[in-house]
């Protein structure tokens, strides 16, 4: 895969306290396999689906266990993370882990949007990020930023990166898509009151399946809590889950779509 271009999501870690437990948990639900521990970097752990690489998972830190509770994270590519940082402050954003190389693979950097939506960026050296196509089962699919303060995060990401924004006409819910080129790369939901105030803002990841319901069926066997759905889209059949040790995520058969796309009004 080519590396992605500025503002495209471009790769996905998570860090679990039970690091087996993980790969059992994803390995049964998403199909993954697992590379080896890579303990020269705090045994980072690559994802795989047919060969090809989807995600990662870490423990935490040797002092940082039991610091919250585990949540994935999504990484937009930039060309220079040291100018998408300094852009991520002047925009009322924080930087939580300045631009740091690792080896020869990238330089990653950790921040917050200012309504609190935690995100990477990731300037790619030999690791480009997803090599498994975008949708594909087991593979990365889309994402959304979830947060309670809209206005904060439709000003931010637009200001960081290169996008248009684009409102979907639909009344009942408020919900933009950020495009980069011609391509939509990211949403961003309004968190209503059915949201309970002890989750904080976040995004959303979205994972392919073949089967959403066996997907969300294998889930709540291994202990995963079903949180909405599954339901039908004109995107597909999705439902949003949250495994065993607390990450959020949404699985979503794209094969299975019913009803008409929603029409939506680019914003400025």
Same mark, same amino acid.
């Given at each position: 895969?080519?590396?992605?271009p !500025?503002?495209?999501?471009?790769?996905?870690?998570?860090?679990? %306290?039970d690091?087996e =437990?993980?790969?059992?948990f994803? =390995?049964?639900?998403?199909?993954?396999? #697992?590379?080896?521990s890579?303990?020269e970097?705090?045994n980072?752990t690559?994802a795989?689906h047919?060969?090809?690489?989807?995600?990662?998972i870490v423990?935490?830190?040797?002092?940082q266990e039991?610091?919250?509770q585990?949540?994935w994270?999504?990484?937009?590519?930039?060309?220079?993370?040291?100018?998408t940082a300094?852009?991520?402050?002047?925009?009322g954003g924080?930087v939580?882990?300045?631009?740091m190389?690792?080896?020869d693979f =990238?330089?990653?950097?950790?921040?917050?949007?200012?309504? *609190?939506? /935690?995100? *990477?960026v990731w $300037?790619?050296? %030999?690791?480009?990020?997803? $090599?498994?196509?975008?949708?594909?089962p087991?593979a990365?699919c889309?994402a959304?930023? #979830? %947060?309670? !303060?809209?206005?904060?995060?439709d000003?931010?990401? &637009?200001?960081?990166f290169p996008?248009r924004?684009?409102?979907?006409?639909?009344?009942?819910?408020? #919900?933009r898509?950020?495009? /980069?080129g011609d391509?939509?790369v990211?949403?961003r939901m309004?968190? %209503? !009151?059915?949201?309970?105030?002890e989750?904080? &803002?976040?995004?959303?990841v979205?994972?392919?399946v073949?089967?959403?319901?066996?997907?969300v069926?294998? /889930?709540t066997?291994r202990g995963?809590?079903?949180r909405f759905? &599954?339901?039908d889209?004109?995107f597909g059949?999705? /439902?949003?889950?949250?495994d065993?040790? =607390?990450?959020?995520?949404?699985?979503?058969?794209?094969?299975?779509? !019913? *009803?008409?796309?929603?029409?939506?009004?680019e914003?400025?």
């Open positions: 895969m080519a590396v992605k !500025e503002g495209h999501p471009c790769w996905a870690d998570a860090m679990f %306290t690091l =437990g993980a790969k059992s994803y =390995g049964d639900v998403l199909g993954w396999t #697992f590379g080896e890579a303990t970097y705090g980072y690559q795989y047919d060969g090809k690489a989807v995600a990662a423990p935490p830190m040797p002092g039991g610091e919250g585990s949540q994270c999504l990484y937009l590519a930039s060309p220079d993370a040291a100018a300094e852009k991520i402050r002047h925009n924080e939580l882990v300045e631009p190389a690792v080896a =990238g330089t990653m950097c950790l921040a917050r949007d200012p309504s *609190g939506v /935690a995100f *990477g $300037q790619s050296g %030999t690791h480009e990020g997803f $090599q498994a196509e975008t949708g594909t087991g990365f889309w959304e930023v #979830f %947060t309670r !303060e809209p206005e904060k995060s000003a931010f990401f &637009p200001a960081v996008y924004a684009k409102q979907l006409q639909d009344h009942g819910v408020d #919900f898509i950020f495009e /980069a391509a939509p990211l949403g309004r968190m %209503t !009151e059915e949201f309970p105030p989750i904080p &803002p976040y995004i959303n979205y994972f392919a073949p089967d959403c319901d066996e997907a069926a294998k /889930a066997g995963g809590v079903l759905g &599954p339901m889209s004109p059949r999705f /439902a949003a889950l949250s065993p040790q =607390g990450a959020n995520f949404t699985v979503i058969d794209v094969t299975r779509t !019913e *009803g008409e796309m929603p029409g939506t009004t914003v400025s």
